[in-house]
């Protein structure tokens, strides 16, 4: 399966507690679309949060986050890691 990194807008002040929520939310349907969501980043100035998976698509991340109450504003494929 592919890697994605996406991007959430409009968090600013989230806390810790409050991004583990989240995560935990995607992570409680995300085998529903054949996604993992690995992991989870936050910056409360900006109001950003990143999220990374590995998924069928793009569209799998989106519905799981949407379902999660959380729907990301950019999906990006992750074709290279290290």
């Known amino acids: 399966m592919a890697k994605y990194m996406d991007v959430h807008y409009g968090m600013k002040d989230i806390t810790a507690d409050q991004l583990a929520a989240a995560h935990r939310a995607d992570l409680e349907i995300e085998a529903e679309e054949h996604v993992h969501f690995e992991r989870a980043w936050a910056d409360p100035t900006s109001g950003r949060v990143y999220c990374l998976s590995e998924a069928p698509s793009a569209e799998a991340v989106q519905r799981i986050h949407e379902?999660?109450?959380?729907?990301?504003?950019?999906?990006?494929?992750v074709p290279i890691s290290v």
């Open 67 to 77: 379902r999660a109450g959380h729907p990301a504003s950019e999906i990006y494929p």
